[in-house]
């Protein structure tokens, strides 16, 4: 935690990394949104999970790299029905598990709580980019797999449009029709918080954790406003990390700044 602020954005303050988890500790759901690449970003993760835990016993991580189709080996992991490497090698893993999200699993396991597996199979999210949402409805069987969204905000579109222009180019994704990109990405927010309303809804009492790609809940967006749509009487929280020439207090209700 050397050489980093935590910056309580309402009131712009910088505050102490145990008045942090006071706060953050109050709240229903908690949205922490990473940079993937970012290791600093990943240890304060690790960091902050374990002592939200530590204030809430009955917690929820909640994943954004695991998908709504693995979650019964998930749950088989959890409760060491298989090995870790069976789960693996039928769970699609993101390159950096070991390092960065392997940690965060297995204090989940030590401590006996339930991890959600939020997302829509990427296979589905790829398939709506490519043709669009109407061609994921011709699939057999696997309503269970995504939510339609709730919400679509015109300050989202705009914000994924700029992006999409900016960063898609010169990748392999340069030729997606801009419109079902962002069909695909509303449909990966929707699954998420449906995953998560799922569970608080057959799991009274329990609080959640979610891990996701910063722009999954940057700016109250994304995420946010599918999971006010689906858990209006809930208290949601943002997080993000941000480096001192970037400083926003507008990205979440939390900053980490480097």
């Given at each position: 935690?050397?050489?980093?602020?935590?910056?309580?954005?309402?009131?712009?303050?910088?505050i102490k990394f145990t008045e942090f988890i006071e706060k953050i500790s109050t709240y229903d759901i908690v949205l922490f949104?990473?940079?993937?690449?970012?290791?600093?970003?990943?240890?304060?993760?690790?960091?902050?999970?374990?002592?939200?835990?530590?204030?809430?016993?009955?917690?929820?991580?909640?994943?954004?790299?695991?998908?709504?189709?693995?979650?019964?080996?998930?749950?088989?992991?959890?409760?060491?029905?298989?090995?870790?490497?069976?789960?693996?090698?039928?769970?699609?893993?993101?390159?950096?598990?070991?390092?960065?999200?392997?940690?965060?699993?297995?204090?989940?396991?030590?401590?006996?709580?339930?991890?959600?597996?939020?997302?829509?199979?990427?296979?589905?999210?790829?398939?709506?980019?490519?043709?669009?949402?109407?061609?994921?409805?011709?699939?057999?069987?696997?309503?269970?797999?995504?939510?339609?969204?709730?919400?679509?905000?015109?300050?989202?579109?705009?914000?994924?449009?700029?992006?999409?222009?900016?960063?898609?180019?010169?990748?392999?994704?340069?030729?997606?029709?801009?419109?079902?990109?962002?069909?695909?990405?509303?449909?990966?927010?929707?699954?998420?918080?449906?995953?998560?309303?799922?569970?608080?809804?057959?799991?009274?009492?329990?609080?959640?954790?979610?891990?996701?790609?910063?722009?999954?809940?940057?700016?109250?967006?994304?995420?946010?406003?599918?999971?006010?749509?689906?858990?209006?009487?809930?208290?949601?929280?943002?997080?993000?990390?941000?480096?001192?020439?970037?400083?926003?207090?507008?990205?979440?209700?939390?900053?980490?700044?480097?």
């Open positions: 935690m050397k050489d980093i602020k935590i910056v309580e954005t309402s009131s712009l303050k910088e949104g990473e940079r993937h690449d970012d290791s600093l970003t990943h240890q304060l993760e690790l960091i902050t999970f374990k002592e939200f835990v530590n204030k809430n016993e009955r917690t929820a991580l909640s994943l954004e790299m695991f998908e709504r189709d693995v979650q019964s080996l998930l749950d088989s992991f959890l409760s060491d029905k298989i090995d870790e490497q069976k789960f693996l090698n039928n769970s699609r893993p993101w390159n950096n598990y070991y390092t960065d999200y392997r940690p965060l699993l297995l204090l989940a396991k030590e401590k006996g709580l339930p991890v959600i597996a939020s997302n829509i199979p990427r296979k589905f999210a790829s398939i709506i980019s490519k043709s669009g949402k109407d061609s994921l409805y011709k699939i057999e069987n696997i309503k269970d797999l995504f939510f339609e969204p709730a919400v679509d905000l015109k300050s989202y579109k705009e914000r994924f449009f700029d992006f999409f222009s900016s960063m898609m180019q010169s990748s392999p994704m340069a030729n997606l029709n801009k419109d079902n990109a962002y069909i695909s990405q509303l449909f990966k927010d929707a699954t998420m918080a449906g995953s998560i309303r799922d569970f608080v809804n057959r799991n009274k009492g329990y609080k959640v954790f979610h891990l996701c790609g910063e722009f999954h809940s940057n700016y109250y967006l994304g995420i946010y406003p599918q999971l006010q749509q689906f858990l209006p009487e809930k208290r949601i929280l943002t997080i993000a990390v941000v480096d001192d020439s970037t400083f926003d207090p507008t990205i979440a209700d939390f900053l980490f700044v480097k």
